[in-house]
């Protein structure tokens, strides 16, 4: 089974700082795609970033990057120019080619102060 | 606005009395989803729906039901709520095989006392 895991439940920066927030997954497969999920204390569901399995290059959203490693099964998320604003929880998720199914990690809270 | 509607927002009861969440979609999705939000735990799933009346467990089923008798409704019924169902509820919809297709409703906070 696939699985997801964070293993930093909460991380703090400065603002105007940069950030990075780890992830690992387990996978026998091999097409496969991963997403950094922002949750506010709205509750809302914000897609951060994608990033698809087969693509070496890693993905970047304006101030939003990852670090892709497949062999090692790690997806890190890299914040630049920390804001006020990217304080929230942080969820990592898995989702098989094949499948609708996502696979969330356990979350990492980020705090940003000024 | 395309959107995924869940109501109610915020939800106390008691143990054992029958409730249902409702999920309303207006996107045509296939594919809709419930899960779960638990501190240290993450998002889990709790039933998921291919289409209509496709309807199968996903990793945290036991102690609720679902129907999909419509495109756009995937209600989510706790026949008789326990107090470890205390949860932050989300219902989510994807067209099938979209890679970043999913929407998520702003989800339901539930206490069984």
């Known amino acids: 089974a696939q699985t997801v895991t964070q293993s930093q439940p909460e991380m703090s920066v400065q603002e105007a700082e940069t950030v990075t927030l780890s992830c690992t997954y387990d996978t026998s497969e091999s097409d496969y795609y991963l997403f950094w999920y922002k949750q506010p204390p709205s509750r809302q569901m914000i897609l951060v970033i994608r990033q698809e399995a087969y693509k070496q290059q890693n993905a970047t959203e304006n101030r939003f990057s990852v670090n892709f490693q497949k062999a090692a099964k790690s997806f890190s998320l890299k914040i630049s120019d920390s804001q006020l604003g990217d304080a929230a929880m942080y969820f990592c998720?898995?989702?098989?080619?094949?499948?609708?199914?996502?696979?969330f990690g356990t979350g990492t809270r980020l705090q940003v102060f000024p | 606005e395309a959107q995924v509607t869940q109501n109610p927002r915020y939800l106390i009861t008691v143990t054992g009395k029958k409730l249902t969440v409702t999920c309303s979609q207006n996107m045509n999705h296939e594919y809709m989803s419930w899960y779960r939000q638990d501190p240290g735990l993450g998002l889990r799933q709790i039933y998921y729906?291919?289409?209509?009346?496709?309807?199968d467990k996903g990793d945290v089923p036991e102690g609720y039901k679902v129907s999909r008798k419509e495109k756009r409704n995937f209600p989510l019924i706790l026949e008789s709520p326990s107090p470890n169902q205390t949860s932050l509820y989300f219902c989510?919809?994807?067209?099938?095989?979209?890679?970043?297709?999913?929407?998520f409703g702003s989800g339901t906070r539930l206490t069984v006392v």
């Open positions: 729906s291919m289409n209509v009346e496709v309807t």
């Open positions: 989510a919809s994807t067209p099938r095989g979209a890679v970043d297709g999913y929407t």
């Open positions: 998720a898995y989702r098989a080619y094949n499948t609708d199914k996502l696979i």
